[in-house]
């Protein structure tokens, strides 16, 4: 599960991966980033955008040969589907695999999972921070796998 939720994303979450999930719009995806940050979890939590973010003074993004922003549609997601049993909204996808990440760019400590509603010409100003994970690898030039969690990378209850 999510260490945080930013507060720009408190409430809607949910909502963020159902229009990904949809297709409305068209072009709108999930956007997982993995970052390296010594920043406080209070001043990560403020901040409205992936822009923002990055432009703290202890936040930067990898730059390890190989890795790249993971971009999820519609077709990485699954339907959302109340647990009413349990009285929460459980939101997954499968686990992410980087391939060959050189040691050159050093280690990640997190990875923040975005909104993006237009893929196609969005900038980091536009893309929406919405949940953090701790994430602590130290690339090593051999795959990177993750997963979040076992029940999801996010829940509401």
Request: net charge negative; glycine share 6%.
């Amino acid at each position: 599960m999510a260490n945080l939720v930013f507060n720009i994303a408190k409430g809607r979450v949910a909502e963020l991966y159902n229009r990904v999930d949809t297709n409305d719009p068209t072009n709108a995806a999930l956007i997982v980033v993995a970052i390296a940050t010594t920043d406080t979890d209070a001043d990560i939590k403020d901040v409205d955008t992936l822009n923002a973010l990055l432009a703290l003074s202890s936040t930067a993004e990898a730059t390890n040969s190989n890795y790249g922003r993971k971009a999820l549609t519609d077709s990485d997601l699954s339907a959302i589907s109340p647990d009413d049993t349990n009285d929460r909204m459980d939101l997954d996808f499968d686990d992410l695999t980087w391939s060959s990440v050189g040691a050159t760019g050093g280690a990640w400590t997190d990875l923040v999972i975005c909104y993006d509603s237009d893929t196609t010409g969005g900038t980091d100003a536009n893309i929406i921070p919405l949940t953090l994970h701790d994430f602590s690898v130290t690339p090593n030039g051999g795959d990177i796998t993750a997963q979040l969690s076992a029940d999801g990378f996010y829940r509401a209850s």
